[in-house]
């Protein structure tokens, strides 16, 4: 039937051809501005679709979000991005609190700069008190989260010197001078630059060879690619990290604390490790699941 009206409608335009050779002009451009409508329509129907999708995705991932923290009596701060289609869930995602480790990421990242832009060598002495050059303590303080580097790395960088760049950034809540604070909003932020700019490839692929894996990694299905940082100090733990699934990318940070001591402590792990890193994997797995 749809045929049959397709040879109608060419017949009528043909024969309306024969008695008026402006009329075909008009007609085609009728037929174009027809089709553009479709195609417009067409496109926004697609775009509205997209957007109904990355909704249910974000909102599917805020439930799994909503669902662990309304479980646990300590506060965590979350901040998940699946990074193919944009969906974001969290928690507390700005709260600044101490972020033991994790301030070896921007340390890390600023030698790194400078290395490339010629202004510090890679094999000159970094300061730590056991003999390692600079390119050395920028992988140990992210591949083994190695203190000495971390505090040599602080003072290379010049400590709360480095705090306007940051803001400059974007990153808000991060700061390196004492004592050294951050948010899941920016730790995600950096994560997310650090996976897509090539010129930060050799820090990505440092926390991809992370050694320290007793949180998300534990939670993960066995031999998941993560590139990832974590950080403990009195009271807090975290871990935060780019976890490949198999539907793509998720960015995933995990602050946690205040804790009650004797926790946290990875360099001595007991009970109170044990209850907060698990959480953190748990989490970790949730959000697995989730996307995957």
Request: aromatic share 4%; proline share 4%.
């Amino acid at each position: 039937m749809k045929r049959a009206a397709v040879a109608l409608i060419v017949a009528a335009l043909t024969t309306t051809a024969c008695s008026d050779g402006a009329a075909p002009a008009a007609v085609e451009s009728s037929a174009v501005s027809s089709a553009s409508a479709s195609t417009a329509s067409t496109s926004s129907t697609s775009t509205s679709t997209t957007v109904v999708d990355v909704d249910a995705r974000s909102a599917e991932l805020q439930a799994v979000v909503d669902d662990f923290v309304g479980a646990e009596a300590v506060p965590f701060s979350v901040v998940v991005v699946e990074l193919s289609t944009g969906a974001r869930a969290e928690h507390l995602a700005d709260r600044q609190l101490p972020s033991a480790s994790l301030y070896k990421l921007f340390v890390a990242r600023e030698l790194l700069r400078r290395i490339a832009a010629g202004t510090l060598s890679r094999d000159q002495a970094a300061g730590d008190g056991k003999g390692r050059t600079v390119g050395e303590c920028v992988r140990d303080m992210i591949v083994v989260s190695d203190n000495s580097c971390g505090v040599a790395g602080l003072q290379i960088v010049g400590r709360g010197a480095l705090d306007r760049r940051l803001r400059a950034d974007g990153y808000e809540s991060t700061t390196l001078a004492p004592p050294q604070r951050t948010s899941a909003e920016d730790v995600t932020r950096f994560l997310t630059e650090a996976r897509e700019d090539a010129s930060e490839r050799e820090l990505y692929d440092l926390l991809r060879t992370q050694q320290v894996n007793d949180r998300l990694p534990r939670g993960l299905p066995l031999g998941t690619p993560i590139a990832h940082k974590t950080g403990d100090i009195r009271h807090y733990a975290h871990d935060a990290g780019v976890i490949t699934t198999p539907s793509g990318d998720v960015v995933l940070s995990v602050l946690s604390g205040p804790w009650a001591l004797p926790c946290c402590d990875a360099d001595h792990p007991g009970p109170s490790e044990a209850i907060a890193f698990g959480a953190i994997a748990r989490l970790g797995r949730a959000v697995y699941d989730a996307i995957a």
